[in-house]
Structure formats: C-alpha cells, structure tokens
C-alpha cells in the first residue's frame, strides 16, 4: 500500500463576504464584478508571492504558500488593495473577503491537499472581520516582526469540527490601529509641514439609497480639488482619503497615517430637490472641532455651497488665505445637476483604470457636455479619456480630438490644470518638448497639489533623459498622495529602470493592479538584466500575449502589435543611449531582433 504523501505548508483560505446576498441581488453583475477582482487584482498577486492556487470554489480560493510569511504578506497586499478598489464602487457592489493564513501539516494528492492544516485556515477565515485577516499562532509566530502589520488578540477560540482550542491572531483593515504602509516600501522619517496641512476624508451618504453614493463622493472630491487650489496648504490627494470610505478610524490615527495636522469630515443626505450637508473641521493633534456647521440648500446651490465650506475651513487655517487665492479656487460650474451626475459617474469609471471602464468613462462625459457644453471639467476629462488610452497603450490612436477638447476646457476655465497636462502630454507625443514640459509646470502652477499633474511630469522628463529629477518628483507626488493609484508604481519603475536599479524597479512595477501591457515588457529587460532568465520569458511571453488577451475588440487599425509596441516606446526616449538600454534588455529576455 502507498504511503500517503505529506508535507509542512502555508495555508491560506479566502472567502467573499455575503456572497449569498450579493448573487441574490444581482447574479449576473455580481459574478463579472467577482471575476474581474480576481484575475485583474487578486491573481496577480498570488504569483508575485510565489503562492499556488490549489482550488477555485465560486467565491472562494484555497492557495498554497512557499512561507508563512509570503502568505501573510500577500494577505495584507491583497486586502489593502481590494479596499482601495473598492472605494470608488456602490456599498452593494463591493466585493470583500475574509482570509484565514495557518502553517501545518498536509496531505498532498494529486494538485489538491487535505488535513487538519486546510481544515484550521478554511475556520480562521471564518471568524476573520469582513476585508481582515485570521492568523494561527503557530502562523503568527513565523510572522512576527517579518511583516508589516499589526496583529492584536491571542486568545483561545474553538472552531468547528477542530477538537482543540485554537490561539488566534487578527488583522484588520478597519483595525483603528494605523494600517497604512509607506508608499515606497520603507519606512521614512515623518516630515514636519511648514503650511497647513489637510485630509478631507470620504463624506457619508446618509440618503438611505445607496444610487447616491456616488454624489457624496463628488461632494467630497470637489472640496478636495477646491482646497488643492490655494499655494498656501498641503492637501492630501483623493486617492488617499478615500481608503478611509467606509471604515471606522480615530481621526487621530487618520492624521498620523497621512501625516496632516487637520481632517475635515461630513455627511451628505440628498432628497428630492434639496441636500443637506454636514461638516466639521478637527484639529488632530488637540481632538478640537475647531468648526462644525450643516447646510441645508436647494441642488441648484450645490457648487455656491461647496465654495462656502471651502472658504470656512481655509478661514479658520492658520495662516489665512489672500483674497486673490481665494478668488482664484472659486472654479466655473455647471448649472445642470444631471450633467453633474454623468461627470460624477464617469469620474467614477475613469479611476478603475481598465480599457472597458474608461470606454464607459468617455460616454459619461460626452453625455455631460451633450446636456451643458460649456461644462468645463467634462470637456478637460474627456480629453484626459483618450491620453490614457494612448498612454496605457490600449489603443494607438491620433490626440487630435483630445487636444480640441483640452483647448475648449481652458477657454471656459482658464485655472484648471487637468487640461494644461492633458495638453503637456499630447506636445510630448508630438515632440514639442519644451511646450510639454511648459504646459506640465503651467498644471502644477495651478493647482500645486495636484500629485496626479505632479507625477505625470516625472513621467516625461524619464523620457528626457532626467531620470533623478523625475524620481525626485514621483516620491513629492507619493508624499502628497501617500495611497497613491497603481500606476504611480509605473511612472515610478521607468525612472529606476533608467537609473539601472533593476531590483528596486521589478518591485515597483509589480505593484502595478491591473498590470500594464508595458510593464510586462519593461519586467522582462530588468529580468534579463539581472540574469534571471526563466523569470525574464514568463514577463516577456505575458506581454506578447497581451497582445490578443487584452485587446479584444479593439479595431485592427488601433492595435499595437508587441513589436510596434516595443519600438514605439524606445522612441519615446530622446537619448540614444536610453532607447538602445530598453530594447536591449527585451533582446536580453528573448525578444527577437
């Protein structure tokens, strides 16, 4: 008789919360929501912890780990991630889990595993919070002090169908302990501002219909933008308030996560053709509400009011404003609130950051202008819709329209930077670098907290050959931006791979959700670079195959084959001896010449 084949192995267990509920509502769009997360966030993920996926089981997964460690470290990845994404979608879409991690002994058969050592990490994963994680101890004795995170909790607990207690340690991203890690991997001396500085987080929707949700958020977002306009404070990006949406943290904690003296917070309630909002400014250092006030107006005030706040919260700042930069944050607004929801809408696909969304994206604003065009935000982000589809290499397409849109942007509002860095990469594209890089300053000139202008600057002056200052540039605007959108990592990784750091890029540009059809390119040559060949042709044979896998649907005309894609971007670089580096890392990988 054989003898049964055993080994020691980490254990991780994964489970949708509400699963049950969520298929009931809206089985259809519930299912695509769920496969979409996994393969564009969670999958990826697994492979770059060097975990196994043992099983799929409809809303769950049974993954196998090389460590303990990389599977703690993928858990926490993973859930900070999915809460990140889920800040921009409806209370009734969010897909959220619960994770079990446990180390022990296994049965191996076949690709599956059995035994005790599965049947703890399926129970930790069950008494694990909803976007937390569930540790054996003997799981967490391996981690402690190896993975950044705070695990609290130690007690005993007694799981079904396991005969013995069992000691158990939690994670939560909800946890009111500071979650956030540093957006580079390292932890950096915290700096003291010489301005105020200031995080409005995630309004609450309190309308009791959760369609509205979407308007809380751009109540938020537009308060955000409006304070970003005034030289005189430090505002953290919406990027990074919103990882607070929906979790219960001290505002004390909130502050020295993001590192900001002041937290504005607030409520929104809409009904019928009134809204009222609630706001309230504190001091987190002392836990002082330095003001507190609720507006209750008819929706045809909305942008009168958010000035309003705006103007009050600036007031009471230390340091109060001149009247000129006053005069300069209250922005041109459309009158029709119906084109204010497709704006909001839009934004909201826009952020997802995939070729379908920003499709989507791209109709919500042009059904904004259909119904207001002197709507000057719609007509700056439906030009920002067809950059990033050049950008992302999604479609190769002329910017002609864009740079039509752009111009009409700043003849309706002459102070907002989106369209000037619209602008900025369209003259990149065409060559024009000195009016590029111009019309990027103009962007940040504007609005001196824009990270989103401050980071796409660093991204063109890689391609100038001025890959420290570009780096330079990508850490201020990760500073601004402490939880800042994946493809900060992108711009990020370009600079280091200039500066042949090749490890530190291959961390950078991994952290990319969803991974870019470059990166898989740029991967590849740092890869082949560091010799590691194996690696270097999975990363390579990945972006060719990007090539048919993700460009489904998109005309013949407006595709890049991987090699046009592959000289296309070599030609990016104004030196030489930059472009010749690329290719020849895609050669070193495999590439044919």
């Known amino acids: 008789m054989a003898r049964q084949q055993r080994k020691l192995a980490a254990i ?13 509502a809206d089985e259809a769009g519930t299912h695509s929501r769920l496969k979409a997360r996994y393969q564009e966030l969670v999958a990826p993920m697994i492979e770059d912890y060097g975990g196994r996926i043992v099983k799929l089981m409809g809303d769950g997964l049974l993954l196998e780990f090389p460590s303990v460690v990389s599977a703690a470290e993928w858990a926490v990845e993973a859930q900070t991630a999915v809460v990140a994404a889920n800040a921009v979608e409806r209370p009734e879409h969010r897909i959220e889990y619960r994770i079990g991690v446990n180390v022990g002994d296994i049965i191996v058969d076949g690709d599956d595993l059995y035994g005790d050592g599965v049947n703890v990490a399926a129970r930790l994963q069950e008494i694990a919070e909803p976007n937390g994680i569930c540790l ?17 909790g130690g007690e005993e607990v007694a799981l079904k169908n396991i005969s013995l207690p069992v000691r158990t340690w939690h994670w939560s991203t909800t946890a009111p302990a500071p979650c956030v890690s540093p957006p580079l991997g390292v932890a950096e001396p915290r700096t003291t501002h010489d301005k105020p500085s200031i995080a409005v987080l995630p309004f609450e929707n309190m309308s009791g219909d959760a369609e509205q949700e979407y308007f809380a958020d751009g109540i938020t977002e537009d308060i955000i933008t409006e304070l970003a306009r005034f030289r005189s404070m430090l505002v953290i990006a919406r990027n990074s308030s919103f990882t607070y949406k929906g979790r219960n943290c001290k505002v004390q904690d909130v502050a020295a996560d993001l590192n900001v003296r002041y937290v504005v917070e607030g409520s ?9 909002v609630t706001a309230q400014l504190i ?39 001149a009247e000129a930069d006053a005069e300069r944050a209250r922005r041109k607004q459309t009158s029709n609130m119906t084109a204010y929801d497709h704006l909001l809408l839009g934004l909201m696909r826009f952020r997802r950051f995939t070729r379908i969304e920003n499709v989507v994206a791209r109709e919500e604003f042009r059904k904004a202008i259909e119904l207001d065009p002197l709507y000057a935000q719609a007509h700056g982000l439906l030009a920002a819709t067809d950059v990033w589809d050049v950008f992302a290499d999604w479609q190769n397409k002329p910017l002609d329209e864009a740079f039509e849109a752009a111009q009409r942007a700043l003849t309706l509002d002459e102070y907002d930077g989106l369209p000037h860095a619209v602008l900025g990469y369209i003259f990149f594209q065409h060559r024009q ?23 796409f600057r660093a991204n063109i002056l890689v391609y100038f050959g001025r890959w420290e200052e570009a780096l330079k540039l990508i850490r201020d605007a990760m500073r601004l931006n402490p939880i800042p959108p994946s493809w900060y990592f992108w711009f990020e990784g370009l600079a280091l791979y200039s500066g042949r750091d090749y490890e530190a890029a291959v961390r950078a540009i991994r952290k990319i959700r969803p991974q870019l ?37 998109v005309d013949e005309s407006a595709r890049y084959t991987s090699r046009d894609l592959a000289l296309e971007r070599a030609s990016r670089y104004r030196l030489a001896s930059d472009a010749e580096h690329f290719l020849e890392g895609l050669h070193k990988a495999g590439f044919p010449e």
């Not at 991780?12 to 009931?24: C, E, I, T």
């Not at 003997?138 to 609290?152: C, H, L, M, T, Y």
């Not at 929104?268 to 009222?276: N, P, S, Y």
């Open 136 to 152: 054996s101890d003997a799981a967490f004795q391996q981690v402690r002090s190896k993975v950044d995170a705070e695990f609290i």
């Open 283 to 321: 001091d987190a250092a002392s836990g002082n509400h330095l003001w507190a006030d609720r507006y209750d107006r008819e929706l045809v005030d909305i942008f009168a009011l958010q000035d309003e706040i705006t103007q009050t919260i600036v007031s009471i700042l230390p340091g109060r404003l």
């Open 12 to 24: 991780v267990s994964a489970d949708v919360v509400g699963y049950s509920r969520l298929m009931q």
């Open 517 to 553: 059809r470059p990166g898989h390119a740029y991967l590849a040559a740092c890869l082949a670079y560091l010799n590691r060949k194996d690696e270097a042709r999975t990363e390579l044979d990945a972006f060719v195959g990007c090539e048919q896998r993700d460009l489904a649907g």
């Open 433 to 455: 670098d000195a009016e590029a890089d111009m019309e990027f300053q103009r962007a940040v000139a504007l609005n001196p907290n824009d990270a989103d202008a401050i980071a």
């Open 268 to 276: 929104v309630r809409k009904a019928g053709d009134r809204v009222r």
